[in-house]
């Protein structure tokens, strides 16, 4: 399996896209050294795992959301693309904040309000 799935004997020196996960507290207070690594292409933020790393039983306690506009401000400040998970709520919230993109949904799979985030988000991004 992994010799017919991996792409990276094919053309190793192709482009690939390195995204790091921020979900700890380490990872904040590391944002900019990460993201001062050569080839990291972009940031995730895990809201969920963030939380619980830090102690929180909900991505919405506020010092969550500090750690969250902590990275994003930093990714925006070097120019490197930001995403994070959020819902329906939240998406146009998020991408006007300035994360260029967002995923819709949980480990689990997608939730009943992907459809309508979709949407949303397309608007916000002025891709109606």
Do not use: K
């Not at 929180?56 to 969550?64: F, G, I, L, N, Q």
């Not at 994003?72 to 993109?101: K, W, Y």
């Amino acid at each position: 399996y992994h010799t017919r799935a991996d792409v990276w004997p094919h053309d190793p020196n192709g482009e690939l896209l390195a995204i790091m996960f921020i979900e700890s507290p380490e990872g904040v207070e590391n944002i900019e050294e990460i993201i001062s690594v050569p080839g990291v292409g972009g940031i995730f933020i895990g809201p969920s795992d963030l939380s619980t790393s830090m102690g929180y039983t909900s991505s919405r306690a506020p010092e969550v959301e500090e750690a969250i506009q902590t990275v994003l401000s930093s990714c925006l400040e070097h120019d490197v693309p930001c995403a994070i998970t959020t819902n329906a709520g939240s998406v146009q919230q998020r991408i006007e904040e300035g994360f260029r993109f967002v995923t819709v949904g949980a480990d689990g799979g997608l939730s009943a309000g992907a459809s309508r985030a979709l949407s949303i988000g397309r608007e916000a991004a002025g891709q109606n």
